[in-house]
């Protein structure tokens, strides 16, 4: 390196005496010369150059971490503000509610209730009624806030089974299999005895899981199995119509034909709920695994070989996405339904694809010749949109007809398929089968279905008194009580010639029981009055008996040995609704409201004497309110049905609020209902 000698200034000792001078060699200082300097500078800028990422990443990372530590703390802060604050209000709701409780008289704890039980009712099943009921009760909430909350508020956090009404269902469930049981213990069942008939419908049933032949010959019979398609060119449309008014298979559509007093028949064409959730489902798993292995074992089941079955996947497939893409092109057509019109004017504006002649075939071969069809008849079409996209479907089957069978099967199969338990199909080494338990229910519910009134010789039913469901068919439809009768399941009688001749295999005996669907109807069969309205209503008739279903008579709704406090909250509550039914067309909370205001009435008038001094009992009134509460206890109301269905018709009763000891405050007057055959004014 190049280097430039300086000699050192004089003077530059200074501050040295003389006499410490020396004589000394003189001092040179190296110093780089501007060409190194220049270096220098440049490789100490390089050097800074490379270290200030560095730092400015270190800085930006330790002020990330202070402001992240910052946040965490505010956060903190404010979740232990939030936690603090609800403890409080939980806190104070629970010392409110527990301070109200002990303010109000109504039956809180275990022993209070059983002896308040006793003093109106000792037997075994008060009871029992009175031990299920103090384990559903929530004693720490305040029946004049909820009753709900109150009566059903443990009910909901520890019940196994989900509602009260399934509980019963399941006795009854239980009972019927034993039945069952008992029939098939027997050496000789009796063909005339009409529970050995139906205890024989439910064996079979049971039998046939791992017998798919009758299901396939039905199928095919119904000439929707690959390759056994009618030659006829309307086929799918002739199909879906049989389907549909026959065996209550819905599969594009669904189809009611009624019959009137003045001769005249009319069609109704409604959507088919199944079709459109259907799509839905097919949306999210058409492509997966799980929708592969399923159409695989159906199809397996239905008989195609396992070299078939890959070709009919891609099929299905290809049809599920174009039955989905109609659907969802059908809602930019407009609406124009619902729509009364001739069936000929229908075809020639919204079917083409199917004329006048092709629907009148497909009708009068489904139906029986009485019905008056012809090209005049009206039709009721809830929705235009479906007729367009039952059109698109009829276009595209007069090419591709095998397919469209194949997709109509399959539908099919979906809806009847439970009868084989066994699916005898092994997909990734996972068999795919309906469970044991849910077949048996299954069994069950389609036998009680086949056979209607007969279902009932299976169950040991209550003989009801005529006074008690009089006096509420009386409260609600005057004019009916003389000429109508409700009647326990008990005083029922089935004629024996009415059911079908028992076939060999259970399929055998459901495609004969549906074949006979107009004869059991006409015989009164289905004339079934249940919770949720009456069976086929469309052919009730005023001048018969309504037959109610056992699980209106059935513990704890009803018991013979019960307070009728508690029968009329039960049974009478539901009897009340189901009746309403006839008279109304929605059920609503005015609807419950109204249900509640009659069983009260009646109970007051089978308890006799004055209404006020009834009124003034304040235990026969808990009792009552409490049971029409406890009927339809669900812990699975996410929608609040079974909430509003208790709390709404009671809350703003005064009746309700002097048997509780609540304050005027805590509820206003009810609102006042007006029905011309009901008087609400107590």
Known sequence: MATVEVPLQPGSDRGRGDGDRQPRAPQVAVVPSRRNLAHLDEQHDDEAANQQPRERLLDRVVNYSIMLLRGVRKAATFLAILLGAAMLIKFMTLADETLAARQVPVLVHGNELLSTLRTVCDSHACQRYAWELQASLDVYRNPCRSLYDFVCGRWRRGAAVPSVREMAEVRLQREALQSVLASNSTQSPSPADISDRVAGLVSSCLRARRNPSELRAFLRDRGVLPHQWRSSPHAVLTTLVDLSLNWDIHIWFQLTVDSYENASTRVYIARSNVLEKRADVLRKIGKSRKYRAGVEGAFRILGLLDEQIPAAVVRKSSLDALVSALLENSGAVPEMGPVNLHLETMTETFTPAAPAKAWLDALRAAVPPAMNLSEET???????????????????????????????????????GWMVDDWNATTRDRPLYFMPARMTKRCLREVERMTGLAWFSMLSAPHVGGNFTRDLLTLIVPDMASSTDIIGPSEASVPLDVLPVPQPSFFAEWVAFKEAGLELTSSGLYDILRVDGVVRSRFWRRERNLTAEPLLFSYPFFHTQLHPALNYGGAGRLIARALLGLVTTNASEATEEIAVSVALRALRGALGGHEDAITNS???????????????????????????????????????????????????KSRATHVKFIDFSH
């Open 378 to 416: 009206f039709v009721h079409v809830q929705s235009t949109r479906l007729l367009g996209t039952l059109n698109s479907l009829l276009e595209f089957a007069s090419r591709r007809q095998n397919d469209v069978a194949e997709y109509i099967a399959y539908s099919a199969f979906l809806k009847i």
């Open 618 to 668: 304040a235990t026969v009134d808990q009792l009552f309110f409490m049971a029409s509460c406890y009927a339809v206890c669900d812990a699975e109301d996410s929608a609040g049905t079974a909430r509003r269905a208790c709390d709404a018709p009671v809350m703003k009763r005064p009746a309700y609020r002097t048997a509780f000891g609540c304050s005027p405050s805590a509820g206003k």
